[in-house]
């Protein structure tokens, strides 16, 4: 898990679509209990996550929880997330 953690965190907007794709449609099947239809706009939020939430990786997640949650993570939340990465 931490490797797919590392690689969300590490894409770049440079990064190719076909590598962004595949890290998001692999964090949606690990985090979603239910099956899930994938839905274009997961790239998109992906991409604006790299591009827009910030440079540390507590920056982006922040960003995309904000986003996707319409709140920021609690410090537990945030340090889980974080300790996936490392």
Same mark, same amino acid.
């Given at each position: 898990?931490?490797?797919?953690?590392?690689?969300?965190?590490?894409?770049?907007?440079?990064?190719?679509?076909?590598?962004?794709?595949? !890290?998001? =449609?692999?964090? @949606?099947?690990?985090?979603?209990?239910?099956?899930? $239809?994938? #839905?274009?706009? +997961?790239?998109?939020? !992906?991409? =604006?996550?790299? @591009?827009?939430?910030?440079?540390?990786?507590?920056? $982006?997640? #922040?960003?995309? +929880?904000?986003?996707?949650?319409? =709140?920021?993570?609690?410090?537990?939340?945030?340090?889980?997330?974080?300790?996936?990465?490392?």
């Amino acid at each position: 898990m931490s490797q797919l953690f590392r690689a969300l965190v590490d894409l770049t907007p440079s990064s190719p679509p076909d590598a962004r794709r595949q !890290a998001m =449609r692999q964090a @949606t099947d690990l985090f979603t209990p239910t099956p899930m $239809r994938w #839905d274009d706009s +997961f790239p998109d939020l !992906a991409q =604006r996550m790299i @591009t827009e939430g910030g440079a540390s990786a507590e920056q $982006r997640l #922040d960003w995309a +929880f904000r986003r996707a949650l319409g =709140r920021p993570p609690d410090e537990r939340e945030l340090s889980v997330l974080v300790a996936g990465i490392d």
